[in-house]
């Protein structure tokens, strides 16, 4: 942490080999092209246990990260932890929205998804809230 600051958020780049249809829950079902992807994530309690778990390749689909996380064609390269909020750090990240409300379903910020895919020449600020 670079302010000294506990952290409450978490970033995690994810690589995807190819292009892949995935059904998220209750979400629905998606196609995420091939790439890279970030995405956004809380965690004001056991910072630890959450990124842990997200690395875990065997769990019960709780969140919708898990159902992309769980695609065997999925590499989680690596994580980042942060003293600013999830939305704070979803605004800063360019790209495109693949998934609509994708990790984004009670944000109180009106997030449209905490999930972007950068390799889709996005990669420039691109609003992600409703109303910017």
């Not at 360019?94 to 020449?121: E, M, Q």
């Amino acid at each position: 942490m670079k302010n000294g600051h506990a952290p409450i958020s978490y970033q995690l780049i994810i690589e995807l080999e190819k292009q892949a249809v995935i059904t998220v829950g209750k979400l629905g079902t998606f196609a995420f092209p091939a790439g890279t992807y970030v995405y956004s994530g809380s965690a004001r309690k056991n910072m630890e246990a959450r990124v842990a778990r997200h690395m875990a390749r065997s769990k019960k689909m709780r969140w919708h990260i898990d159902y992309l996380l769980s695609h065997p064609g999925t590499k989680l390269v690596r994580t980042e932890l942060f003293a600013e909020s999830e939305c704070v750090l979803n605004k800063r990240i360019g790209g495109a929205i693949v998934a609509l409300r994708f990790g984004a379903t009670d944000c109180r910020n009106r997030c449209r998804s905490h999930l972007k895919h950068l390799d889709s020449g996005k990669e420039k600020f691109v609003p992600t809230c409703l109303g910017e």
